[in-house]
């Protein structure tokens, strides 16, 4: 058992008693071997998404990489074992395999997340897109009771009385590109 370590130097022991080199530390965080190095030696440190993700990562609580006094954790001797020297009954074990594997399932959300997206966008584009084309191959001039005249994509629109697809097309568009933003800003964070 260590005390009184530095941040860096925490992360530093941790990651040998893991038995993990800076480049592989760096590839389960997502960062480059270069920021490792740099919060080993105390020249940066990660932010706090990246702090969080970083104890994770190393099987330690936020107390042990942040306060002073803390004891290192011991390091299990079968690489599945739960690397948390922190849970003391089965109901706390079970609850942090759940959150550690839920990394993982997370990941896979967010992809299937992304895919639901790109392919609402396309079927909401490609309406959008179907409708201007044969408003384009087949024009309308409609005169409304007020005397407004309509053409293009939203005069085909009236005269066809496709208002309803129109506005679903573009709702699933705008559906689209809100779940895909979502998706890559979380994936970002």
């Known amino acids: 058992m260590r005390k009184d370590l530095q941040l860096y130097g925490k ?3 941790r990651r040998k008693a893991l038995g993990l ?9 997502g960062v480059s071997r270069q920021s490792v190095t740099k919060w080993e030696t105390g020249l940066s440190a990660p932010d706090l998404d990246r702090l969080v993700e970083l104890a994770d990562t190393l099987g330690v609580s936020l107390d042990y990489l942040l306060r002073d006094q803390v004891d290192l954790p011991d390091v299990p001797a079968d690489p599945g074992e739960s690397t948390s ?8 074990e079970k ?3 759940s959150v550690a594997s839920s990394g993982s ?8 997340a992304l895919a639901a997206g790109v392919l609402l966008f396309l079927i909401g584009a490609g309406g959008l897109l179907t409708m ?3 408003s384009e191959l087949f024009p309308v001039q409609l005169v409304d009771g007020r005397g ?3 053409t293009g994509l939203w005069g085909y629109v009236l005269a066809r009385d496709v208002k309803a697809l129109f506005w679903a ?4 568009t705008a559906a689209g590109l809100a779940l895909v933003g979502c998706c890559l800003r979380r994936g970002r964070s």
């Open 11 to 13: 992360i530093q022991a």
């Open 21 to 29: 080199s800076q480049e592989e530390l760096a590839q389960r965080m």
């Open 85 to 92: 020297a922190f849970a003391e009954t089965p109901a706390e």
């Open 95 to 97: 609850v942090e395999k």
């Open 105 to 112: 399932e997370g990941t896979a959300a967010r992809h299937i």
């Open 132 to 134: 201007w084309i044969y």
């Open 148 to 150: 407004g005249v309509h």
């Open 169 to 172: 097309a573009l709702a699933a």
